[in-house]
């Protein structure tokens, strides 16, 4: 009888400390420092409105007022950092070879029409720019604006000189990179670990299962970013999918986009985004779940929405 009630007290002042923990964080961990609070996130500058990772694209989302600047980067046979989102560059340019192969020079232009990857049956026509740019250029055009940066392939030479050019531009302290990747992120951390990593799909996966055994509040977390996709969004194919896929992509959607979770996070200072948001029902639901901010491919159509609903949004943020 005594063993059962000391079981039992354990595991009620274990819940009970946990669910404490889990609404006020800051009672065990220190805030993260937040040097910018991104809402508004345009994908690869914003790819269903001018051609992915292309300065045109990136200048027209700085113009809109985007709050962060999402990119892809891979290195050049000259071993040139350039921004760009395939390995190969046969479905952004029509030539069937990889970029690590390509001196920076010889890297041909763009297709005038690229597919837009999370927007079913939408193809973006570009204008005049279609050239792949460096690294460098998107820092020199734009000194303030925060910058999301996907290391794309696991290269150490990669990594040490993207880092080299955050330091050069004195952007360590609104430069955010890393990869689904966890051997990629922890060589991003190794390398630098002034500039914010993001969480690895490994690390996600352990972050959900402390959240749901109680765990998460005694955890320390070095990550300051959290990217996640919004599973719902996959069945907007359902025709497409499988039975079992659909219930794969329900049991996702239900176990990831968990407010409780979000709030959580954002009281230890990491901010949650969610990707890649192209319809407004799919704005509001990441907003209403706590997320701070929203990456999509169409970033006027996120601004209007943001316009149009910024006491919701304010009410949203100071609440949670």
């Known amino acids: 009888m005594c063993a059962a009630v000391y079981v039992l007290s354990t595991v009620m002042g274990y819940v009970l400390t946990s669910a404490l923990l889990l609404k006020c964080p800051t009672l065990l961990h220190r805030r993260k420092r937040e040097p910018f609070l991104s809402r508004h996130i345009s994908h690869r500058g914003g790819a269903g409105e001018n051609l992915e990772n292309t300065m045109a694209a990136f200048k027209h989302a700085v113009d809109l007022g985007t709050d962060m600047l999402e990119l892809d980067c891979h290195m050049t046979k000259d071993e040139q950092v350039v921004v760009s989102h395939d390995a190969n560059l046969e479905r952004s340019t ?15 232009p763009y297709l005038c029409k690229l597919g837009v990857t999370f927007q079913r049956e939408c193809v973006c026509e570009g204008g005049e720019d279609k050239h792949i740019p460096l690294l460098r250029d998107v820092f020199e055009a734009f000194p303030n604006t925060p910058v999301n940066i996907d290391i794309k392939v696991n290269n150490d030479t990669l990594i040490k000189k993207v880092s080299e050019l955050v330091v050069k531009y004195d952007r360590e302290h609104i430069t955010v990179w890393g990869n689904s990747s966890n051997q990629i992120v922890q060589k991003c951390y190794k390398e630098n670990p002034r500039i914010p990593v993001l969480f690895s799909m490994r690390r996600v996966l352990m972050l959900v299962g402390l959240f749901y055994t109680g765990l998460l509040p005694f955890v320390p977390l070095k990550e300051q970013f959290l990217e996640i996709p919004m599973p719902s ?24 986009m968990r407010r409780a979770l979000f709030n959580h996070l954002t009281a230890r200072g990491i901010q949650v985004y969610v990707w890649v948001l192209n319809d407004e029902k799919d704005f509001k639901r990441a907003f209403d779940l706590g997320a701070t901010g929203v990456m999509t491919d169409f970033p006027t159509k996120l601004r209007d929405f943001m316009e149009k609903n910024v006491i919701f949004l304010d009410v949203l943020y100071n609440f949670s």
């Open 233 to 256: 969004i996959v069945t907007k194919d359902p025709d497409k999918m499988t039975r079992s896929q659909h219930v794969i992509t329900w049991l996702a959607d239900t176990l990831l």
């Open 94 to 108: 029509g030539i069937s070879a990889y970029i690590s192969d390509v001196a920076y020079a010889d890297l041909p």
